[in-house]
């Protein structure tokens, strides 16, 4: 768990083709599947240092109590790919919701997307679920020296409410616990 920061990339995958801008057009999010988990665990691999397992993932596809999504190649409007294939996987988000609470535990985008807008596409898909299922309050970790996705959930309403120390593994790293409230779905 970790909110999408723990480590930078390694570089070992190839760059999918996405819009230039920082808007995250051409980027659909939709659920995952379990056909997306060799990209998603690849995506994982290369952007953390401690990363989660092939079986860690595929436990989470189909379960109700968590919001498992992949940002992908392709219009937000539907289609994907080619003949409405899906299109490339360009990242993912894991969260879950709990009554009133909501917790991102992993966001990544592979690394050539990054600064495009798929982490807040990502992100704000997240918010919009939480939203639906009456979570008023979200909670996510963030390495402290993950400048960019730290300026990604400050502009998405998140602040410090806390730390936990020497959270993060290789290398030990402090994490920050970030929360944001939001506004009932009837509100």
Known sequence: MGGGARAAPRGRLTAPRVPPSGSGAGVRVRPAVAADLPAVVAIERDAFSDPWSARSFGSLVARP?????????????????????????LG???????????????????????????????????????????????????????????????????????????????PVEDALLLRRELEPAGA
Do not use: K, Q
């Open 65 to 89: 109590e968590v919001y498992f999504v992949v940002a992908e190649e392709g219009s937000t409007a539907g289609g994907g790919g080619a003949a409405g294939r899906p299109g490339t996987i």
């Open 92 to 170: 993912y988000a894991v969260a879950w919701f709990v009554v009133e609470e909501g917790e991102v535990a992993n966001i990544a985008v592979h690394p050539e997307c990054r600064g495009r807008g798929v982490g807040a596409s990502l992100l704000d898909d997240v918010l919009r679920a939480a939203g639906d299922r009456d979570v008023t309050t979200m909670f996510l970790e963030v390495r402290e020296s993950n400048v960019p996705a730290r300026a990604l959930y400050t502009s998405r309403g998140f602040h410090p409410v806390g730390r936990r120390r020497n959270y993060y593994r290789s």
